[in-house]
């Protein structure tokens, strides 16, 4: 480990063992809450839900309510529920995190916290990002800013900024609204460090590619990668090694390369045990071999395999993308032999 993170481990570390020396339930609470964004960053999304159902299941609104301003400044129910909702994304299933989304949502409006709503609200922008659904996105997004804009925090007004941006670029807008992106993460920056600016490159350089910009858009991966590799924050990686091949195919650049790229997504998305991620890694594979005219068996097998543990969300772009490239129908007693 290097970087930031070392000291951050050593913090989860320190937690653990106090909150299983005592049995107060709102340390215990509290404890869970960033034991489960730590892993999240890390990329250990199993460990990070199982932090973020063990602080819900503390978790009484009628008793804690009065929390958010003595301790972390927000929710911390409402907090689980939102970054645990990532994890599930990233583990696989969709349906789930936006019911944990939308529970977060619910409570924080419930409870009336401006702090809590627009960190649900943010995050929940962040989910329908990942859920690729620009338009709801777009309505989160705006929601969270405009109240940030109104009562003067800086932090989710750059949060929030971004992935506004992000959306309006995938509903027409162009290359000026990719520069506010950038403007938002400077911004980021300067009140949060570098701990989601991974995120925020992986938006910004999907922003870019998307408005016909791929040297920028190669650029903000690379400088994602970076951070990736120094500081350990994990959560993106497999998405930006799939973007990084995606852009090197718009750049016309050897497709080897991208494909290189796209087998490294694979590698970390399993690894990882983020199905979402190796579910788009695996159709960039299958996209890359059928438009350069080589074999697609074995990519699409690995399609193939990856889509079938799939049990919900299957209206979602990625599964609907994942079905389409798999037609004619998947052999599954064949893949069930094979497995066997």
């Known amino acids: ?99 944990w989304s939308q529970r977060a949502i619910t409570l924080a409006r419930d409870l009336a916290h401006l702090p809590t709503l627009v960190f649900a609200l943010a995050h929940a922008g962040v989910l329908h990002y990942h859920r690729r659904e620009p338009g709801v996105t777009a309505r989160l997004a705006e929601e969270a800013l405009a109240l940030s804009m109104d009562h003067g925090l800086d932090f989710w007004k750059a949060f929030a900024g971004i992935v506004w941006g992000w959306s309006q670029v995938h509903q027409g807008r162009g290359f000026e609204i990719v520069e506010q992106m950038r403007r938002g993460l400077a911004a980021y920056r300067v009140t949060a460090g570098d701990l989601e600016s991974p995120l925020w490159l992986a938006m910004i350089a999907d922003a870019y590619r998307t408005v016909g910009a791929p040297d920028d858009a190669l650029s903000a991966v690379r400088e994602a990668l970076k951070l990736v590799n120094t500081m350990d924050i994990r959560f993106e990686e497999a998405e930006l090694h799939r973007l990084r091949g995606e852009v090197l195919l718009a750049k016309g650049d050897d497709p080897a390369e ?22 788009r890694a695996a159709a ?57």
Do not use: N
């Not at 290189?260 to 991620?277: G, K």
């Open 1 to 99: 480990m290097r970087g930031d993170i070392p000291t951050v481990l050593d913090l989860e570390r320190e937690l653990g063992r106090l909150a299983g020396r005592t049995e107060d339930p709102v340390f215990r609470m509290l404890a869970h809450d960033v034991m489960g964004e730590i892993a999240t960053y890390l990329g250990d999304f199993r460990r990070a839900r199982s932090h973020m159902e063990d602080g819900i299941a503390l978790y009484d609104p009628a008793r804690h309510r009065s929390l958010a301003l003595r301790y972390a400044g927000y929710d911390l129910g409402m907090a689980c529920r939102a970054i645990g909702a990532h994890a599930l994304w990233f583990m696989g299933y969709p349906d789930q995190a936006l019911q």
């Open 258 to 279: 991208a494909e290189s790229a796209f087998r490294r997504a694979l590698e970390v998305a399993a690894a990882q045990e983020a199905r979402a991620l190796e579910l």
């Open 284 to 340: 960039s594979l299958v996209r890359l071999c059928r438009a350069g005219g080589k074999p697609e068996e074995l990519a699409r097998r690995r399609l193939a395999e990856v889509y079938e543990w799939f049990t919900e969300g299957l209206e979602t772009a990625d599964l609907r993308e994942a079905h389409g490239l798999l037609e004619p129908p998947v052999d599954r007693e064949g893949l069930a032999r094979d497995a066997g």
